[in-house]
Structure formats: structure tokens, C-alpha cells
């Protein structure tokens, strides 16, 4: 299979991009840096918040922004794109339509995985404006799986991990991860999906059960990534 170049639209959020480019050269099977993908990666921090922009239209869209940045990826010689931000993937179609290479679909890809694991009953950890365009629950019933989301309270709880902790820089406890785990896994999931990048990090922090009890989706997006470029993944 011809080796593809991967393009990342990246700065959605910035940590979150450079835990992704770290995961594919992780997951790639390689020996030499020679046998690694050739990947470009715009940490494009310009993009407005996706999920400011969803609540409420009359913040900035960043739309064109990406838009921009697929245009910028291709001029550079990109044979496919993918974006480390679940939250974007609400403007996926319109993003797809005006650029010239195929763009992976980090939520599809996600809601598959979970299908090949033989899940029956889902939880979907996001932000707020992930979950409020319903994005993963109708990709996850589209493969005959039922998706659960937090309450309320709960949903406040992983906002303020997302925004105040991750985004900011700052490490979690394990005592405020195991309150969002123990009331999922309290409604009968099969599964949780870590269905926001910056979930990663927790991930990667606190090195959960992922494929016996977790689905992180950027690790589902860096093996596709690597698939798809023609290459083999770990």
C-alpha cells in the first residue's frame, strides 16, 4: 500500500493535538524513524471554542478557521486529514465538502470500535456541546447501541475537569475521576467512551482499562490514522 502523508488540524485543544501526534508515533510499528508516517500538524490555536459557538451562535465560528487550515494542509501536500477535537466534528460535513482530501470522522470511526467490541450499552463522556448535538448517540444507535450521557450535575463535574483543569494546564485528582466512572458504570455501561480529547490526558495519566472498560476515541482516531496512511499500528 502506498504511504499516505497525514494532515492534523490541530489547537483544539493544543495539548491534546501534540498527545495525538505522540500516539501515532507510539501506535506505528516502526523500527527506524525512517518507517514512521510523514505527518504535518497545524497547532492552530486561532480556532474559536467549538462549544461556545454550538451553545450560542453569535460567538465566533470556527469554521472558516479550519476551513483555512484544510486548504493550508493540502497546499502542503496532505493525503488525508483528521481532527483531535470530537467537538469540531459537528462541522464536519460542510469542512469536508470545501476540502480536496478525505477527512477522518473521529465519532464513526469511535462508534464502530465500540460495535466491534460488542457493546450493547454505552456511556459518552463530552462537553457539553459535544453531547447537545447528540453527535455520538446517534452514531452509537446507528450501530444498534444504546448511548447513556451524564446528568446534569455530572455533565457540570466533567465540564470543570475539561475546561478548568485540562485546558488549563492543571492535573486532576483520582477521587474527581472516580465520581464520573463509579455514576456510568452505576447506569449499566457496557463501556465509556472518552469522547472529548481532552479525556486523553486522563487516559493517559491515570492509565485506564482501554478496550476492557474504556474507549478513548483519539486512540481509535491515531490507529485509523495509521491504518489509512498505509501503515501498521501497534
Same mark, same amino acid.
Given at each position: /500500500?502506498?504511504?499516505?502523508?497525514?494532515?492534523?488540524?490541530?489547537?483544539?485543544?493544543?495539548?491534546?493535538?501534540?498527545?495525538?501526534?505522540?500516539?501515532?508515533?507510539?501506535r506505528t510499528k516502526a523500527?527506524?524513524?525512517?518507517?514512521?508516517?510523514?505527518?504535518?500538524?497545524?497547532?492552530?490555536?486561532?480556532?474559536?471554542?467549538?462549544?461556545?459557538?454550538?451553545?450560542?451562535?453569535?460567538?465566533?465560528?470556527?469554521?472558516?478557521?479550519?476551513?483555512?487550515?484544510?486548504?493550508?494542509?493540502?497546499?502542503?501536500?496532505?493525503?488525508?486529514?483528521?481532527i483531535p477535537c470530537n467537538?469540531?466534528?459537528?462541522?464536519?460535513?460542510?469542512?469536508?465538502?470545501?476540502?480536496?482530501?478525505?477527512?477522518?470522522?473521529?465519532?464513526?470511526?469511535?462508534?464502530?470500535?465500540?460495535?466491534?467490541?460488542?457493546?450493547?450499552?454505552?456511556?459518552?463522556?463530552?462537553?457539553?456541546?459535544?453531547?447537545?448535538?447528540?453527535?455520538?448517540?446517534?452514531?452509537?444507535?446507528?450501530?444498534?447501541?444504546?448511548?447513556?450521557?451524564?446528568?446534569?450535575?455530572?455533565?457540570?463535574?466533567? /465540564?470543570?475537569?475539561?475546561?478548568?483543569?485540562?485546558?488549563?494546564?492543571?492535573?486532576?485528582?483520582?477521587? /474527581?475521576?472516580?465520581?464520573?466512572?463509579?455514576? /456510568?458504570?452505576?447506569?449499566?455501561?457496557?463501556?465509556?467512551?472518552?469522547?472529548?480529547?481532552?479525556?486523553?490526558?486522563?487516559?493517559?495519566?491515570?492509565?485506564?482499562?482501554?478496550?476492557?472498560?474504556?474507549?478513548?476515541?483519539?486512540?481509535?482516531?491515531?490507529?485509523?490514522?495509521?491504518?489509512?496512511?498505509?501503515?501498521?499500528?501497534?
Amino acid at each position: /500500500m502506498t504511504k499516505k502523508t497525514l494532515g492534523i488540524i490541530g489547537g483544539v485543544g493544543p495539548l491534546a493535538t501534540m498527545l495525538l501526534g505522540e500516539m501515532i508515533v507510539r501506535r506505528t510499528k516502526a523500527s527506524t524513524d525512517q518507517e514512521h508516517m510523514h505527518c504535518i500538524i497545524d497547532n492552530d490555536t486561532r480556532i474559536p471554542d467549538r462549544t461556545a459557538y454550538i451553545l450560542d451562535h453569535t460567538k465566533p465560528n470556527p469554521l472558516p478557521v479550519m476551513v483555512q487550515d484544510a486548504g493550508k494542509l493540502v497546499g502542503m501536500g496532505v493525503d488525508v486529514i483528521c481532527i483531535p477535537c470530537n467537538t469540531a466534528h459537528y462541522f464536519y460535513d460542510d469542512l469536508a465538502k470545501d476540502t480536496a482530501v478525505p477527512i477522518l470522522h473521529m465519532i464513526r470511526e469511535t462508534a464502530q470500535k465500540v460495535k466491534n467490541l460488542g457493546a450493547k450499552k454505552v456511556g459518552v463522556l463530552g462537553t457539553k456541546g459535544t453531547l447537545s448535538t447528540n453527535l455520538y448517540q446517534n452514531a452509537l444507535r446507528e450501530q444498534g447501541i444504546e448511548p447513556i450521557v451524564p446528568n446534569d450535575a455530572l455533565q457540570d463535574v466533567l /465540564m470543570e475537569i475539561i475546561y478548568e483543569y485540562i485546558k488549563a494546564g492543571r492535573s486532576i485528582s483520582r477521587e /474527581m475521576w472516580q465520581r464520573i466512572e463509579d455514576a /456510568m458504570f452505576a447506569e449499566g455501561c457496557d463501556y465509556i467512551v472518552l469522547g472529548c480529547t481532552e479525556l486523553s490526558i486522563v487516559n493517559r495519566d491515570f492509565a485506564l482499562d482501554q478496550d476492557s472498560r474504556y474507549v478513548d476515541a483519539m486512540v481509535t482516531l491515531a490507529d485509523r490514522a495509521i491504518e489509512v496512511c498505509g501503515y501498521e499500528h501497534v
